[in-house]
């Protein structure tokens, strides 16, 4: 069975911290890792990776993956409190896009 | 630029009755699924399509039913609601076959089963 695992499920950050968000995951056939973010509504894409050790940036975020670990991190520098949000990993394998249970990121001022 | 179009976006239905939750795309994407996020369990997949067609279950198919007789279109179905199945209900779509998987959503579907 495919399973999306995120670390840790919530976090409480002051605003100009630097996060990191784990995501590691099991899954026959993998074709891609991706990040979303979710405010209130409709999870936005951030990223999608497909291969080992290239860091994908955005302004302030990063992500990498490293598919010997079998695993990805996010990272937020400078954190504002706009960055609050549900931050969801998913994994593309076979037909499926299976989504971890996402990390919970709360920045206060 | 509509991209997913998802309708209604709130609904309460008392237990037992049906109801179709609407899901269009204008992206003439072949890949099109449905999830269901409920609070801590993040988005699990009920049912997916690779073509008009063609639909196969995904995690969670149990109590609902769909069709894609359309590249455009993949309505969900309830069949007999259950208050289990009140959750907020997320179509998306993608060229996922052709290696992009990349999912465009659609803006949620609020669902209360009373």
């Known amino acids: 069975e495919d399973k999306v695992v995120q670390s840790p499920l919530s976090l409480v950050v002051h605003e100009g911290d630097t996060v990191t968000l784990n995501c590691s995951y099991e899954v026959t056939n993998f074709r891609s890792l991706l990040w979303y973010k979710q405010e209130k509504k409709a999870p936005t894409f951030l990223f999608m990776l497909t291969s080992s050790g290239i860091e994908k940036k955005s302004g302030r975020l990063s992500s990498i993956l490293d598919k010997k670990e079998l695993s990805s991190i996010l990272n937020i520098t400078a954190t504002q409190t706009g960055d609050s949000a549900i931050y969801l990993c998913?994994?593309?394998?076979?037909?499926?896009?299976?989504f971890g249970k996402g990390t919970s990121l709360l920045v206060t001022p | 630029n509509a991209g997913v179009t998802q309708t209604p976006k709130f609904q309460v239905l008392k237990t037992g009755q049906s109801m179709t939750l609407q899901c269009a795309q204008d992206m003439n994407h072949e890949y099109m699924s449905w999830y269901r996020q409920d609070p801590g369990m993040g988005l699990r997949l009920i049912h997916y399509?690779?073509?008009?067609?063609?639909?196969d279950q995904g995690e969670v198919p149990n109590g609902y039913n769909v069709s894609r007789s359309t590249t455009e279109d993949f309505p969900l179905r309830l069949l007999s609601a259950a208050p289990s199945q009140t959750s907020v209900y997320f179509c998306a779509s993608s060229y996922f076959l052709s290696g992009n998987t990349e999912a465009f959503f659609g803006q949620g579907t609020r669902l209360t089963v009373v």
């Open positions: 998913a994994v593309g394998s076979g037909y499926a896009l299976n």
């Open positions: 399509s690779v073509g008009a067609g063609i639909t």
